[in-house]
């Protein structure tokens, strides 16, 4: 399986998801691959250990058009992992990649993956999915070839969704029986870089899972796996009492993690689509309980 592209770029390849990209790009091997950061230069393990395996890492002021145009020349596609969540109130994903698209359309640049991984909703569920909504407006608007990946919850992150693996507890803020898509960051990695080799992944919207389990389902296997029973609360009001700020309020992370559970889309995955089987979620979760035992 090959691809039309040669040098591909990442923003935000030392962050949680896009060094896990970086380094399956590097496993593969086909491809060169750029890491680009912000200036001024810092020191950083994972530039580090990334430059050591062939990557080469470059600097922009992103602040500056022409800066971030210079560093991206060459580039075929670019790939945005940069975080726009600060906090609750202070997302700024649209303003964060909005400079990478200009840049990258004056650049040349052939394709732009935004950071569009993680969970999908419809438009007014919360302000990241909208500020995801309204940048992949200006993707397409833009010209450029895209392709927006969709993998459900990174299964590394249970832990902030409600899953207490050190104390054997679980918040649950929507059925329990509800289905939910999982994807592991190592197969998010493989899904994104075979998605340059794939046809069909052009211009397109790609909806991958490694599980689709129920929140239950999750929760049996913390359970056999910590050889624990856990305690479990089950509080679907959540957003209810945030909006309409009943007493006790919830808080704004808490509102955040039940829109994920309630209003996180279902859908048919794409994962025929590709060459590969994604891992078992144990193997995730065995590793967050070894972690925090």
């Known amino acids: 399986?090959?691809?039309?592209?040669?040098?591909?770029?990442?923003?935000?390849?030392?962050?949680?998801?896009?060094?896990?990209?970086?380094?399956?790009?590097?496993?593969?091997?086909?491809?060169?691959?750029?890491?680009?950061?912000?200036?001024?230069?810092?020191?950083?393990?994972?530039?580090?250990?990334?430059?050591?395996?062939?990557?080469?890492?470059?600097?922009?002021?992103?602040?500056?058009?022409?800066?971030?145009v210079k560093a991206l020349k060459g580039t075929d596609v670019f790939i945005s992992t940069v975080s726009g969540y600060a906090d609750a109130d202070n997302v700024k994903l649209y303003e964060n990649q909005f400079p990478?698209?200009?840049?990258?359309?004056?650049?040349?640049?052939?394709?732009f993956i935004p950071s569009d991984f993680g969970i999908e909703f419809k438009a007014g569920i919360n302000r990241i999915a909208d500020d995801k909504l309204k940048f992949n407006e200006e993707v397409i608007k833009s010209g450029l070839e895209y392709t927006f990946i969709t993998t459900g919850l990174f299964q590394e992150f249970f832990d902030w969704l409600g899953f207490d693996v050190k104390n054997k507890q679980v918040k649950f803020y929507d059925d329990p029986d509800a289905r939910f898509p999982t994807t592991a960051l190592s197969d998010v990695a493989k899904y994104t870089v075979e998605s340059l080799k794939i046809p069909e992944c052009r211009n397109a919207h790609i909806k991958v899972a490694g599980a689709y389990l129920t929140w239950n389902?999750?929760?049996?296997?913390?359970?056999?796996?910590?050889?624990?029973?856990?305690?479990v609360t089950v509080d679907k009001e959540v957003r209810h009492r945030y909006r309409n700020k009943i007493d006790p309020v919830p808080s704004a992370s808490d509102d955040f993690r039940a829109s994920i559970m309630q209003d996180g889309l279902?859908?048919?995955?794409?994962n025929d689509k590709f060459s590969f089987t994604p891992q078992p979620v144990t193997k995730v979760i065995e590793t967050l309980v070894k972690q925090a035992s």
């Open 1 to 68: 399986m090959s691809s039309q592209f040669q040098t591909v770029t990442i923003a935000g390849g030392t962050g949680n998801l896009g060094f896990s990209i970086a380094q399956e790009f590097l496993n593969d091997g086909t491809f060169k691959l750029k890491i680009l950061r912000r200036k001024p230069e810092k020191e950083n393990e994972k530039a580090k250990l990334l430059a050591s395996r062939g990557a080469e890492i470059i600097y922009a002021d992103y602040n500056q058009k022409d800066d971030l």
């Open 100 to 111: 990478l698209l200009v840049a990258a359309k004056e650049a040349s640049v052939k394709r």
């Open 217 to 231: 389902e999750y929760l049996q296997k913390f359970e056999e796996i910590s050889g624990s029973k856990w305690e």
């Open 266 to 270: 279902k859908y048919e995955t794409d």
